[in-house]
């Protein structure tokens, strides 16, 4: 079993739909919990970091934690064409020192005009 | 991506050749990191780097050598390639002064063994 899972999708929604992209994970030394967004033929950029259970608002994105169940979330409302995208999850269980990150498989996501 | 150059940005190669990918960056980060991406697998750490003249092994490092003899580069080495290393590398970067900053990574190297 992988260390974190991740729904590879594909997913395809309506311009202005909410959008809820999942991880879970089965190592309970990850603390640190991170959302990339990666567009075709580019490297990945960060979107959303946290590192304890809750949520993160930034504009339209809010990245939810719970350490309980081992569940990460990013919703993403009010969806634009440019969030099309795949997107993935990645952890850490490092917060000093060089972070070696462990990712989902990512989720392509298309948002339809 | 600004600060993070791979090169070269596709490469064919057969069985058994050997190449080197490199990387640049110039955004002084200490911490550099060698990734490939799959489908299906995500990413996966192969090296790192904590500062010039060190490396340490990810979590899949068999087959790879890596070099960082300055601080601005790290090299990936293939020595004998194998159809299994087919995918796209990507380089990371990451500040050790800055607490809580994330990893920069490159557009990556499609990298194709035949």
């Known amino acids: 079993q992988k260390e974190v ?8 929604v309506p311009e202005g739909a909410i959008v809820s992209l999942n991880c879970t994970y089965s ?20 979107l959303m970091y946290t590192y304890s259970s809750g949520n993160k608002e930034d504009g339209r994105f809010t990245a939810q934690v719970d350490k309980s169940s081992k569940y990460i979330s990013l919703f993403i409302r009010d969806s634009q064409p440019s969030d099309s995208a795949t997107y993935l999850c990645a952890m850490s269980a490092i917060r000093i020192g060089a972070q070696k990150l462990v990712f989902g498989q990512g989720t392509r996501l298309t948002i339809n005009p | 991506n600004a600060g993070v150059t791979q090169t070269p940005k596709f490469r064919v ?7 080197t990918l490199l990387c640049a960056q110039d955004m002084n980060h200490e911490y550099m990191y060698w990734y490939r991406q799959d489908p299906g697998m995500g990413l996966r750490l192969i090296h790192y780097s904590v500062g010039e003249g060190t490396t340490a092994k990810g979590e899949v490092p068999d087959g790879y050598n890596v070099s960082r003899l300055k601080k601005q580069n790290f090299l990936l080495g293939l020595e ?26 490159g557009d990556g190297t499609r990298l194709s063994i035949l």
């Open chain 1, 5 to 12: 899972e991740q729904d590879p999708g594909p997913l395809s």
């Open chain 1, 27 to 46: 190592n309970s030394a990850f603390q640190y919990f991170m959302w990339y967004r990666q567009y075709s033929r580019k490297g990945p950029e960060l």
């Open chain 2, 13 to 19: 190669l057969k069985t058994g050749q050997s190449m």
């Open chain 2, 80 to 105: 004998s390639a194998a159809p299994s290393q087919t995918s796209v590398y990507f380089c990371a970067t990451q500040s050790r002064r800055i607490s809580n900053q994330p990893q920069h990574f």
